[in-house]
């Protein structure tokens, strides 16, 4: 029997992907959750083989909670459920100890193989979204890029950026600009466009 948690942030959604997998005898639903804070602690509780994991969720995202279950419960595969198909969630959900990574719009037949093959730890990524993974190529952008980008998407000035992560203005100026350079974008609004939509925030 393969034990699955199922971490899905829309009650419907979540309800349906559990009816769905109620009907096959080698699953069973161990645990829902709808918070991204909740994710490591019910795993903890119930002993998931297959964590499935939304990946925009409310608290802690799916990327993020899938590197905390992979350090704390490696027992537990995780297969990563999004309707976002982008080349650089895939790579950071591998990069986080995800073995797999299934679209939403899957066919529920597709899914429940998915779920089987990742219980036993084998990778299972969708092909379209792997052939534009190495298309695309790697993410440019260092960790502390990428980390002020996303925070600057807020809206913030770089002095705000600059106070809130202690680093000096110029620091933080400078991060930008090479982020700017990285993505060939003309403004920080364009960067943080084009990275979001590969995925790289």
């Known amino acids: 029997m393969i034990r699955v948690l199922i971490a899905e942030d829309q009650a419907l959604l979540r309800q349906a992907l559990a009816d769905i997998l109620a009907r096959y005898e080698d699953i069973n639903v ?3 959750v709808g918070n991204g804070n909740e994710i490591v602690a019910a795993a903890l509780h119930t002993r998931p083989d297959v964590a499935l994991l939304d990946i925009e969720m409310p608290g802690r995202d799916g990327l993020t909670a899938a590197g905390e279950l992979h350090d704390r ?11 976002f198909g982008r080349p650089g969630y ?3 959900a591998l990069d986080q100890g995800a073995v797999g990574f299934v679209l939403k719009d899957a066919s529920p037949s597709v899914l429940v193989d998915a779920i089987r093959r990742t219980a036993v730890g084998e990778r299972v990524i969708d092909p379209q979204l792997a052939v534009a993974t190495l298309k695309e190529g790697e993410n440019p952008l260092t960790p502390r890029e990428r980390e002020i980008l996303a925070m600057s998407a807020s809206g913030s000035t770089a002095g705000e950026l600059a106070r809130a992560l202690h680093l000096s203005e110029g620091t933080v100026r400078n991060h930008l600009s090479l982020a700017i350079q990285k993505l060939h974008a003309r403004t920080r609004l364009e960067a943080i466009r084009l990275a979001q939509e590969k995925g790289w925030l």
Do not use: F, W
């Open 90 to 92: 895939l790579r950071r």
């Open 73 to 83: 419960l490696p027992s537990c595969h995780v297969l990563i459920l999004t309707v």
């Open 30 to 32: 161990v645990s829902q």
